[in-house]
């Protein structure tokens, strides 16, 4: 069993910057791939990047890709999602997500998702 908690999100303008951390328990967080996903009201959870257990390999949805980064610190069990340039339509509840799948764009591809944080971007 994996609990995840995201935080950081909150207020920003266009153009500014924050970064996501998402704490995992449990000793296995290694071993896990993670995921970024993004929702908004009326819409499904999207896909916005997924790191492999090493930190090796990342992948990132095309409309983020040169904004956002996502790293993660094993030995503090944390994953994060720096994200630069912030756009109005980056406005979202963000989750992290832990998973085994050696592939993760899809929602099915993790077991385990945190409660999710706030991002609200103005223009």
């Known amino acids: 069993q994996v609990q995840l908690v995201e935080s950081g999100g909150g207020l920003v303008q266009a153009g500014d910057s924050l970064r996501l951390s998402c704490v995992a328990s449990?000793?296995?967080?290694?071993?896990?791939?993670m995921g970024w996903f993004r929702q908004t009201p009326g819409k499904a959870r999207e896909f916005v990047a997924t790191?492999?257990?090493?930190?090796?390999?990342?992948y990132y949805k095309d409309s983020v890709k040169g904004r956002f980064t996502v790293s993660r610190d094993n030995a503090k069990n944390t994953v994060y999602l720096q994200m630069n340039t912030l756009k109005p339509e980056d406005t979202a509840v963000y989750y992290c997500?832990?998973?085994?799948?050696?592939?993760?764009?899809?929602?099915?591809?993790?077991?385990?998702w945190g409660q999710g944080t706030q991002v609200t971007v103005s223009s």
């Open positions: 790191i492999n257990w090493s930190g090796i390999s990342t």
């Open positions: 997500a832990a998973g085994t799948r050696n592939y993760g764009t899809r929602t099915l591809d993790y077991d385990y």
């Open positions: 449990g000793r296995t967080f290694s071993s896990y791939r």
